[in-house]
């Protein structure tokens, strides 16, 4: 029998029943939210406890030299870290670890417990202690051993090499505590030669160890670079600045050896040097890591602007090599302007004579006849205030101020004087990079070039092969005319000849160049040092290299102190390039300086006062340009002072013979046509 | 019902004349005494097969081999899907050792490198020959005719 239903039990039922549905609707509600509104959320969250990424270093790009001789190469190597959180005894993991890596079990033991300490709450229990790079493969194998019992991990690392030392180091460049580039091409290229770092995947417990790992993404490694430098010439290089320097009493200095056919830099060097391999560099050498003088650093350059002066004279054709030119007897004076000097009182010359003997006079009359205009012009034209674009970090564009002043307040610009001073290297500053790319437009025949380092560029492919990538090289571009920079270098080789650069000839090798010395004035004072200088080429007819030598703060002068670095280091860069000598093969030994030469006044110091000699001498015309000085009679006296009457009156004299001056040609009185010399015979007397 | 020394002698008896003969009390003297409150019981039932008769039947034994053929002929099927896979999985393990061996070949070619670059640096050399070592003046350095290069050699004093 069937019991009725009552009214109110149907409605508890119905009641419960509701509530029932509303709790799983709830419960499917909060369902949706968490897997399908929150899920990635979530997802996020979960992975991050359980799964890891680290990144795998890329093997980072190797730096060749011009024979593919490595400079900076990668090593693959193995490194123990350890997460000291989950270190449960510190000592008993010092005492067993530490002598495995061959380290000290105490001082381990308090580096764990300071970071356990101090780290905890920065790392959250993630951070890693490196215990040691680079491990051996014997204590790799003793470490293998002991991860199984202890949180240790081995990790794959990397070491870079510089097998060849300091060799090429403001080249090549070093790398920080963090393996990125600091100075060199590692700086400058660091990231096409870091690659392009991989991921590695760990998938963790709840006590963060690790039980699964794989590469999700293998790194790539790095471009690869090919240097035009050469090492045994950049060693060579750098042996011969050192000693130029300690023999100049200089503080630094520095040496460019180019190809001026197509701008390839075979060496570049900087005293002092350091070693990329010293990764504790003492104060002054991590002073000189950062101080990349031949590039960073420009200087005043003193008569070797001259080269490009009397370049413009010639290229304008305003002037020939025999434009005779009055050097106002070695003082140029106007009113309301300073004076300009000349070391050596020198009269009537040809425009080459100017270049040769080096007068401020002569250049600055030369531009002032050109005008600032066209002196701004030329030395656009041969790169000067113009950065090179060579791969090395920090390059400075030099001093060239702007020839009109942009506003009342710009004291950046030319003053109506500064081309006079310009057209002998004041008032203006230039690296020893940018001097070697004005050299070479000398001795490329007018055209320019782009100075660069790297002369290959290879990337590895999937298949493990080297694949090319081409480079952005500017092409040489003409900038003068052919027939000027000929004639320019037949002057230049003259200088070498018969000029300040004697020193700098090269022994089987014809050679031109231009010394350069600039007086340094601090502390409104002359400091009686000098940036000395001497720009070069060999050979002359077809030059194969362009060297600069640059001696800072030494006492002595361009010709003295930087031009036989020059001869030395042009000899062993053309020996290494296997250039043909053009000259008879005899060893020209060194002369040894004079004391006329060691004791010469600084070539452009234009304010300094220069004693007055006793007998000036006078022009014979006011316009000065046709009339030379007067030959003095150099009988009876001795050579030495033959030697300093004739370099005072910058006079070319040809000697012969020993003793005192016996005989003479021309004759005393007689007025000595321009680019002349003197023959004086010297005979013992009896 | 039986104790636990019964049991082991069901056990041990082996055979059904042992078996009768330990239930007779016949058999050989090794049986366990009885412990005190260590008896399990034990409930044995005979079947008697004797009355069964074995029919064969052709239909189940078609049945049978289809099946087994089947099973075979599935079980080669699986094996040749799989087969590839593992085979691509043996290839892939053998690839990443190849790899891995590649890369090792790699970073000694790297070392060997190296060292012979730092072998060969020329301020190594310097030091290593010492006093004989100096470049040659520039009457000591001859060149080859053009047509054969231009080599440098020394020549000899």
């Known amino acids: 029998m069937e019991r009725p239903v009552n009214a109110q039990a149907v409605r508890r039922v119905l009641i419960v029943g509701r509530l029932a549905l509303l709790w799983?609707?709830?419960?499917?509600?909060?369902?949706?939210?968490?897997?399908?509104?929150?899920?990635?959320?979530?997802?996020k969250t979960a992975k991050s406890q359980h799964q890891h990424q680290f990144p795998l270093p890329a093997d980072r790009g190797e730096i060749l030299d011009r024979t593919e001789t490595p400079l900076a190469i990668s090593i693959r190597t193995e490194s123990a870290v350890v997460n000291p959180q989950r270190i449960k005894d510190v000592e008993f993991f010092a005492r067993v670890v530490a002598p495995a890596l061959g380290l000290n079990p105490e001082e381990l033991k308090a580096k764990l417990k300071e970071y356990q300490e101090r780290g905890a709450a920065k790392a959250r229990g993630r951070g890693y202690l490196s215990l040691k790079r680079h491990l051996t493969p014997e204590e790799r194998d003793r470490l293998r051993y002991l991860t199984a019992t202890f949180p240790l991990e081995i990790i794959r690392d990397s070491r870079r090499e510089y097998p060849a030392g300091s060799v090429g180091a403001h080249i090549v460049g070093s790398l920080d505590s963090e393996g990125n580039g600091n100075s060199g091409l590692e700086q400058k290229l660091n990231e096409t030669l870091k690659g392009k770092p991989g991921k590695m995947l760990v998938l963790t417990g709840a006590q963060m160890d690790h039980y699964i790992r794989w590469v999700s993404e293998d790194s790539t490694q790095g471009e690869n670079f090919t240097l035009a430098m050469h090492r045994v010439?950049?060693?060579?290089?750098?042996?011969?600045?050192?000693?130029?320097v300690k023999e100049a009493g200089a503080e630094s200095g520095s040496v460019v050896v180019l190809d001026p056919r197509n701008g390839e830099v075979l060496a570049l060097a900087n005293y002092p040097n350091f070693d990329p391999r010293n990764e504790r560099p003492t104060p002054e050498e991590a002073k000189a890591r950062r101080s990349n003088t031949a590039v960073q650093i420009p200087s005043e350059p003193g008569s070797v602007m001259k080269m490009i002066?009397?370049?413009?004279?010639?290229?304008?054709?305003?002037f020939t090599e025999t434009t005779p030119i009055f050097?106002?007897?070695?003082?140029?004076?106007?009113?309301?302007?300073?004076?300009?000097?000349?070391?050596h009182r020198m009269g009537a010359m040809d425009t080459a004579g100017v270049l040769i003997k080096s007068s401020n006079i002569g250049v600055a009359k030369i531009s002032i006849r050109m005008g600032p205009k066209v002196l701004y012009e030329y030395l656009k034209k041969f790169g000067i205030g113009d950065k090179t674009g060579i791969e090395l970090p920090a390059e400075s564009r030099g001093m060239l101020r702007h020839l009109e002043c942009r506003g009342p307040k710009d004291n950046y610009c030319w003053s109506p004087t500064s081309?006079?001073?310009?057209?002998?290297?004041?008032?203006v500053g230039a690296t020893s990079v940018q001097l070697a790319r004005a050299v070479a437009v000398i001795a490329n025949g007018g055209m320019i070039v782009q100075p660069h380092l790297i002369i290959k560029k290879t990337r590895p492919r999937t298949d493990g092969k080297l694949e090319e990538v081409a480079l952005d090289i500017r092409k040489p571009e003409r900038v003068l005319r052919a027939e000027t920079a000929f004639r320019i270098r037949r002057i230049m080789q003259q200088v070498v000849q018969e000029g300040t650069g004697r020193r700098a000839a090269v022994p089987g090798y014809s050679s031109g160049g231009k010394t350069g010395s600039a007086e340094i004035f601090e502390n409104g004072a002359w400091q009686n040092k000098h940036n000395s200088s001497f720009i070069g080429f060999a050979p002359v007819t077809d030059p194969r290299i362009v060297v600069v030598v640059t001696l800072n703060r030494t006492p002595k002068q361009g010709g003295i102190a930087s031009a036989p670095v020059f001869s030395k280091v042009a000899a062993t860069a053309l020996r290494v390039l296997q250039v043909p000598k053009d000259e008879p093969e005899k060893d020209i030994a060194p002369p040894q300086p004079k004391i006329l030469e060691v004791n010469e006044l600084p070539e452009n110091r234009i304010a300094k006062a220069i004693p007055e000699p006793k007998e000036k001498p006078q022009p014979?015309?006011?316009?000065?340009?046709?009339?030379?000085?007067?030959?003095?009679?150099?009988?009876?006296?001795a050579m030495l002072a033959v030697l300093r009457e004739s370099a005072a009156l910058g006079l070319q004299v040809q000697t012969k013979g020993r003793g005192v001056a016996k005989a003479q040609a021309p004759a005393a009185g007689t007025v000595l046509p321009a680019g002349a010399s003197i023959q004086v015979e010297f005979a013992t007397p009896q | 019902m039986t104790s636990l020394?019964?049991?082991?002698?069901?056990?041990?008896?082996?055979?059904?004349?042992g078996r009768t003969a330990s239930r007779n009390g016949n058999g050989t003297d090794f049986r366990l005494r009885t412990l005190p409150k260590e008896d399990i019981h034990v409930f044995v039932k005979s079947i008697d097969n004797s009355t069964v008769i074995r029919l064969v039947d052709n239909k189940d034994w078609l049945r049978s081999a289809?099946?087994?053929g089947g099973v075979m002929l599935a079980s080669v099927m699986l094996i040749a899907l799989l087969m590839p896979g593992g085979f691509s999985l043996l290839a892939s393990r053998q690839m990443g050792q190849l790899n891995a061996e590649r890369e090792q070949l790699i970073n000694e070619l790297r070392q060997v490198r190296s060292r012979e670059a730092e072998l060969l640096n020329p301020k190594q050399l310097e030091v290593w020959a010492g006093p004989n070592f100096h470049n040659p003046t520039a009457a000591a350095v001859i060149y080859a005719a053009p047509a054969q290069g231009a080599v440098a050699s020394l020549r000899k004093p």
């Open chain 1, 24 to 43: 799983a609707l709830c419960i499917a509600g909060r369902l949706v939210y968490l897997q399908v509104y929150k899920h990635e959320d979530f997802q």
């Open chain 1, 233 to 244: 010439i950049q060693n060579d290089v750098e042996q011969f600045l050192a000693e130029g």
């Open chain 1, 309 to 318: 002066t009397v370049t413009m004279g010639l290229d304008s054709g305003e």
């Open chain 1, 327 to 343: 050097c106002e007897n070695g003082a140029f004076a106007r009113p309301g302007r300073r004076a300009i000097h000349d070391v």
């Open chain 1, 419 to 427: 081309h006079e001073y310009i057209a002998f290297g004041h008032e």
């Open chain 1, 620 to 637: 014979e015309m006011s316009a000065g340009l046709l009339i030379g000085p007067t030959v003095p009679d150099f009988r009876g006296k």
């Open chain 2, 5 to 17: 020394a019964a049991l082991f002698d069901w056990l041990a008896a082996g055979s059904p004349e």
């Open chain 2, 66 to 68: 289809g099946m087994a």
